[in-house]
């Protein structure tokens, strides 16, 4: 993509009611834009990255077995009422509207509501199971306070799957292979290292929930971890009883600070039973399903990543996320220069190398290396009269300080190889 | 996909207070599932239908100079007072909401008032222009009555692209590419040649806005159009002035039913005005910018083709939408048959062909090609202890009635040729 095509500006300085540094970072790098605390549009750039991270999740949640689907936002009151998650002072961030017609309608914070009555039309026997529809949605979430910019969001895109199972044995096989794929997920997002299984409080049907920690001075979790091990427990429910039963030492636990870019819980029947999604196992007996749900917050990652991966310049964005692997800075107008640039910008982007060219002519060398750093590409690939004299473009890491010369006829190789 | 690991089944009848022959189809079919009038779950195909027409227009949008983006459904209050649009009176469809702490807030119907004031932040000059952003997003109407399935949905996806120019020409410029890329998307998801431009009430900054309109009895719309000429008049602006401007002869208009399946609009500076979004011309004369809009309701076109691309048997995907082309039966559980068609599946499927492998051992041939019909894939390929006998499978299109022989070791390239 050319830069002068992108409608987006950078900016020095975020707007000053926004606190959190994933959001300062993410406004001035021009990736998203604030609407209201906790209610952001995403820019071009920014779509690129909330997409990338998408896909990832997508693929890993495919490999296990999961169906995408897509459910409304609208959420009919009488399935709550039946759950008992209607009422504002049991579930406390809901946004309700209304019909023309006066029916009091909700907007879906979670999805377990809409899934099980309409699996009832589906799930018949013990042969249809384990199952596990996904989606990657919008949820509305009516926060009292949302100043974690992208990291606590009244509108948020997330990626919510659901299991099925006849047993406990097939909802426990689901639920170990949910949690392999998202260390996995973690992994390929580049915060793997940072993210850590962390039992929390488990609910009515298990012991413990499992929560997928990133450390950061930025959570709104405290943790306490075991770094060898790399589990953690919640302070939530910290205490000797669960230490041991973690087979953890007091002593060698940390505390710290988090945040939850994931959680798996097991839901038992809480919301199969209402709805009477029951099938005959193989013994012909009724039996009420057992659910499992599975949370991503996808919008939560990409500020998680941003809070995480940057430095004083700005971003930092791992490959498999960012919007373009080079930023390609074109240094003066002069005819070869243009030429030069043009021609590598072509060459790269029909090898499948995603490029941002900076082909301003009203930019300084200052301008594009600030903004090449804000932005948080990958490389940056500088093409200018003293590169064309050795008939080469200087690439950079963005987290090297050191340069090198790339010989022009030389540069898809080069790149395509460079991670 | 293996028919066995799709949860969704297909029915025999449609849910009883669905009327639209779109929505019953795509609900036999497993499609889609019915929460409440204008409001659907999208199923694994329904899903991948919705997300293959989007990627259709996403692709010629950009090729236009479309830049994605993707802006929030919660709306700020004083932006619509200052256009004039939060009254309930102005506009009859809004849906409401509020914060915890009482701020009331609206779903988005449409981004006009999201986007202008963004703009300010980014838009200096005459250079930063035209520019066109657009996304694919979920938009919220409070219809009184929602009878037509998917063809008007309470809640449902839309492209809207909004273009901002600095004259009337360059405006003017913009709006003719986009005609011809709305022609061109429409031809691309198959119903190109029953969909025609036609010419409808224009508002306060132009004669006309344009319509692309569907032929179908189930639309809602009524236009007269020429057949020849290909264009048409709306019947809301439908009188002689408006024949002889549009150069058409009445005796040669026919009044026929149609969809409204996309829409572009000239909206002048009534969105640009009320921000103060207003740049230096060349000649450094402060100037408000011109808008357009265009939209298109992706799954209003779902529903289209649904309605229009279908017999009494079931759907008729065109290939470019469809969620798999080929629907593969494997009659009988004979192990040579079984081998016969697992390699037929991971043979197409590594060729890159999109396979539904019904591997059913519970079906009979019979449900297997009722389904095959009803889910509408271009292709129905059969393997049976029949065909083997000749080494081959059986090959048939969906809207053909007679079948072919196609030999095991010519399959994939047959099907990669075949249209």
């Given at each position: 993509?050319?830069?002068?095509?992108?409608?987006?500006?950078?900016?020095?300085?975020?707007?000053?009611?926004?606190?959190?540094?994933?959001?300062?970072?993410?406004?001035?790098?021009?990736?998203?834009?604030?609407?209201?605390?906790?209610?952001?549009?995403?820019?071009?750039?920014?779509?690129?990255?909330?997409?990338?991270?998408?896909?990832?999740?997508?693929?890993?949640?495919?490999?296990?077995?999961?169906?995408?689907?897509?459910?409304?936002?609208?959420?009919?009151?009488?399935?709550?009422?039946?759950?008992?998650?209607?009422?504002?002072?049991?579930?406390?961030?809901?946004?309700?509207?209304?019909?023309?017609?006066?029916?009091?309608?909700?907007?879906?914070?979670?999805?377990?509501?809409?899934?099980?009555?309409?699996?009832?039309?589906?799930?018949?026997?013990?042969?249809?199971?384990?199952?596990?529809?996904?989606?990657?949605?919008?949820?509305?979430?009516?926060?009292?306070?949302?100043?974690?910019g992208?990291?606590?969001?009244?509108?948020?895109?997330?990626?919510?799957?659901?299991?099925?199972?006849?047993?406990?044995?097939?909802?426990?096989?689901?639920?170990?292979?949910?949690?392999?794929?998202?260390?996995?997920?973690?992994?390929?997002?580049?915060?793997?290292?940072?993210?850590?299984?962390?039992?929390?409080?488990?609910?009515?049907?298990?012991?413990?929930?499992?929560?997928?920690?990133?450390?950061?001075?930025?959570?709104?979790d405290?943790?306490?971890?075991?770094?060898?091990?790399?589990?953690?427990?919640?302070?939530?429910?910290?205490?000797?009883?669960?230490?041991?039963?973690?087979?953890?030492?007091?002593?060698e636990?940390?505390?710290?600070?988090?945040?939850?870019?994931?959680?798996?819980?097991?839901?038992?029947?809480?919301?199969s039973?209402?709805?009477?999604?029951?099938?005959?196992?193989?013994?012909?007996?009724?039996?009420e399903?057992?659910?499992?749900?599975?949370?991503?917050?996808?919008?939560?990652?990409?500020?998680?990543?941003?809070?995480?991966?940057?430095?004083?310049?700005?971003l930092?964005?791992p490959?498999?996320?960012?919007?373009?692997?080079?930023?390609?800075?074109?240094?003066?107008?002069?005819?070869?220069?243009?030429?030069?640039?043009e021609?590598?910008?072509?060459?790269?982007t029909?090898a499948?190398?995603?490029?941002?060219?900076?082909?301003?002519?009203?930019?300084?060398?200052?301008?594009?290396?600030?903004?090449?750093?804000l932005?948080?590409?990958?490389?940056r690939?500088?093409?200018?009269?003293?590169?064309?004299?050795?008939?080469?473009?200087?690439?950079?890491?963005?987290?090297?300080?050191?340069?090198?010369?790339?010989?022009?006829?030389?540069?898809?190789?080069?790149?395509?190889?460079?991670?």
């Amino acid at each position: 993509m050319r830069r002068s095509q992108l409608f987006v500006k950078t900016r020095r300085d975020a707007p000053s009611d926004e606190t959190a540094r994933n959001a300062q970072l993410l406004i001035r790098a021009g990736y998203i834009h604030k609407e209201m605390a906790g209610v952001y549009t995403f820019l071009p750039l920014g779509l690129k990255v909330l997409n990338n991270i998408a896909n990832i999740i997508r693929k890993e949640i495919d490999a296990i077995g999961g169906q995408e689907i897509l459910m409304p936002a609208l959420q009919i009151k009488e399935r709550y009422e039946k759950t008992g998650r209607w009422d504002d002072k049991v579930v406390d961030d809901w946004f309700k509207t209304w019909l023309v017609n006066g029916t009091e309608l909700g907007l879906g914070f979670s999805h377990e509501e809409n899934l099980s009555p309409l699996l009832k039309n589906f799930i018949n026997s013990y042969r249809d199971l384990p199952i596990a529809p996904y989606q990657i949605q919008t949820k509305f979430r009516n926060e009292l306070r949302s100043k974690s910019g992208l990291m606590r969001g009244r509108e948020f895109l997330m990626k919510d799957m659901y299991s099925y199972a006849i047993s406990e044995e097939q909802h426990k096989a689901f639920y170990e292979k949910a949690k392999l794929a998202y260390q996995k997920i973690f992994d390929r997002l580049g915060i793997g290292g940072q993210t850590f299984l962390t039992s929390a409080s488990g609910g009515s049907f298990s012991k413990y929930s499992h929560e997928f920690q990133t450390l950061s001075k930025a959570g709104e979790d405290t943790i306490y971890l075991d770094r060898k091990k790399k589990i953690a427990i919640n302070k939530e429910v910290f205490n000797d009883e669960v230490i041991k039963d973690l087979d953890l030492t007091r002593n060698e636990l940390e505390e710290v600070r988090a945040i939850e870019v994931g959680n798996i819980f097991n839901l038992g029947t809480k919301f199969s039973e209402p709805f009477g999604l029951k099938v005959l196992d193989k013994q012909g007996k009724s039996v009420e399903l057992i659910m499992g749900c599975y949370g991503i917050g996808i919008s939560r990652v990409m500020g998680t990543i941003a809070e995480l991966l940057s430095d004083d310049k700005g971003l930092i964005w791992p490959e498999a996320v960012a919007p373009f692997k080079i930023y390609l800075a074109r240094l003066g107008d002069a005819q070869d220069t243009v030429r030069a640039a043009e021609k590598t910008y072509n060459e790269l982007t029909e090898a499948g190398v995603k490029v941002l060219y900076d082909d301003r002519r009203d930019a300084s060398a200052g301008e594009m290396f600030a903004d090449a750093d804000l932005m948080g590409l990958p490389l940056r690939l500088v093409v200018s009269q003293k590169s064309l004299q050795e008939g080469s473009a200087e690439l950079k890491n963005r987290t090297s300080e050191s340069t090198q010369l790339i010989r022009l006829d030389k540069l898809v190789e080069t790149i395509a190889n460079n991670q």
